[in-house]
Antibody, heavy 127, light 108 residues
Framework: QVQLVESGGGVVQPGRSLRLSCAASGFTFSNYGMHWVRQAPGKGLEWVAA????????FYVDSVKGRFTISRDTSKSTLFLQMNSLRAEDSAVYYC????????????????????WGQGTLVTVSS | IVLTQSPGTLSLSPGERATLSCRAS???????LAWYQQKSGQAPRLLIYGASSRATGIPDRFSGSGSGTDFTLTISRLEPEDFAVYYCQQYNTSPEWTFGQGTKVEIK
């Protein structure tokens, strides 16, 4: 069965860095685009970043451009989010999610929506 | 594209029909509109994609409809486990993925 397990969250001071990981299993990781979606305490969902199935394309919400970097290690079926210059407003539960949409021959070239989510990891940015 | 969900909170009793609205600021490309359910302390769960297709394992009391800028999620008869927060989400070719602010369905 598909599983996504995030790790790496914690408490960090403003301006510092944190690296999140998402270990994937139960599917062919290299066939799917992957995403990070966050949720601030008591708030709604916000898409943060995406990486294409082959890692060649990366996209970010404006508020994290230049500070966050999404990457993937296909050999380890793991997704990463490197977060630098963290701000208080980055405090949230961060979910990784599998993207699906245009998937000819089992390879998802475009993500229209998210069919599997991890349980999330909490990031708190505070002095 | 901005998605606006209404109402913010829906107070209903088990067995009643729930109608949730999601309105987009521009036409949603090819009806790339999805709905998710989120229970307290849990990750979101995909319910509907492509505006009207049910995801795997989703009961048929959940249905989605709409096109262009106006979309609806209907729960035909609320079960106790359906009381949760519901989000709509759209994709466009920028690419951009955005969520609505959510509708809470609570027990009356």
């Amino acid at each position: 069965q598909v599983q996504l397990v995030e790790s790496g969250g914690g408490v960090v001071q403003p301006g510092r860095s944190l690296r999140l990981s998402c270990a994937a299993s139960g599917f062919t990781f290299s066939n799917y685009g992957m995403h990070w979606v966050r949720q601030a305490p008591g708030k709604g969902l916000e898409w943060v970043a995406a990486i294409s199935f082959d890692g060649s394309n990366k996209f970010y919400v404006d508020s994290v451009k230049g500070r966050f970097t999404i990457s993937r290690d296909t050999s380890k079926s793991t997704l990463f989010l490197q977060m630098n210059s963290l701000r208080a407003e980055d405090s949230a539960v961060y979910y990784c999610a599998r993207g699906v949409g245009d998937c000819p021959n089992g390879v998802c070239y475009r993500s229209h929506h998210f069919d599997y989510w991890g349980q999330g990891t909490l990031v708190t940015v505070s002095s | 594209i901005v998605l606006t969900q209404s109402p913010g909170t829906l107070s209903l009793s088990p067995g009643e029909r729930a109608t949730l609205s999601c309105r987009a600021s521009q036409s949603v490309t090819s009806n790339y509109l999805a709905w998710y359910q989120q229970k307290s302390g849990q990750a979101p769960r995909l319910l509907i994609y492509g505006a009207s297709s049910r995801a795997t394992g989703i009961p048929d009391r959940f249905s989605g409809s709409g096109s262009g800028t106006d979309f609806t999620l209907t729960i035909s008869r609320l079960e106790p486990e359906d009381f949760a927060v519901y989000y709509c989400q759209q994709y466009n070719t920028s690419p951009e993925w955005t969520f609505g602010q959510g509708t809470k369905v609570e027990i009356k």
